[in-house]
Each structure stands twice: as C-alpha cells, then as structure tokens.
C-alpha cells in the first residue's frame, strides 16, 4: 500500500524559507505524479504544485495566491523523494502542508480529488 510522510516544517519567520520532504513508500514512485497541497483552519484544501512523473512538468498555483517564483516543487526518483521548496514565506502561507500521489493520466491536477494517496500533513507557521 503506497505511504507518503511529509517532513520539515516548523514555526519560521516572515521571509525565511524552508524545505518540506515528502517520502514515497508502498509502490513504484515514479508511476506517480505527485502534489503539494495546503489547508489553513476554516479554509478548503488548497493546490500548491504539481510535478510529473519524470519530473519534467511542474505546475504552481497562480489565483488567488502567487506561488511562482517563491516556491519550487522537485523530486528525486532514486530517493523516492518529493521536496517543495519555501522562500519568501509570508504569514498567509501558515497552513499544513499534505503531499499526495496520483497515477496519470487523472484530469485537473490542481483537484485534489484527483489524487489517490495523502500523506498525515506537516504544520507551516510564519510568524513573527
């Protein structure tokens, strides 16, 4: 059965940046794309960033929140590794953090109902 476990978040400061992990275990890792999602209390679970299998696609959320350009999504197939990368981080970005995984070709990949696999979450607090 396919497990993911995000790891490396924490309580920052506005501007600083951090690195989530997110492991891959229980299936072929790269058969799946993957996301980032994240749900701040009271509000809906939200698309972050996509990547595809091979890594070669990646996709950002661009409404309401910008994330181009200060997040990045990568991941390592040998490692079976998903990472996203956080600068900038802005106090609206507190949220928990949800990897999860999918296998391709499964309509809008900004839908989280798209997605077969989620992992438990990892908690983002920017605050000063």
């Known amino acids: 059965q396919v497990q993911l476990e995000e790891s490396g978040g924490g309580l920052v400061q506005p501007g600083d940046s951090l690195s989530l992990s997110c492991a891959f275990s229980?299936?072929?890792?790269?058969?799946?794309?993957m996301g980032w999602f994240r749900q701040a209390p009271g509000k809906a679970r939200q698309f972050v960033a996509y990547?595809?299998?091979?890594?070669?696609?990646?996709?950002?959320?661009r409404y309401p929140d910008i994330i181009r350009g200060r997040f990045t999504i990568s991941r390592d197939n040998y490692k079976n590794t998903l990472y996203l990368g956080a600068n900038s981080l802005k106090p609206e970005d507190t949220a928990v953090y949800y990897c999860?995984?999918?296998?391709?070709?499964?309509?809008?990949?900004?839908?989280?109902?798209?997605?077969?696999?989620w992992g438990r979450g990892t908690q983002v607090t920017v605050s000063s």
């Open positions: 999860a995984a999918r296998t391709p070709p499964n309509g809008d990949w900004s839908d989280p109902n798209s997605y077969s696999y």
């Open positions: 229980g299936g072929a890792f790269n058969d799946y794309s």
């Open positions: 990547i595809n299998t091979a890594g070669t696609v990646t996709d950002y959320l």
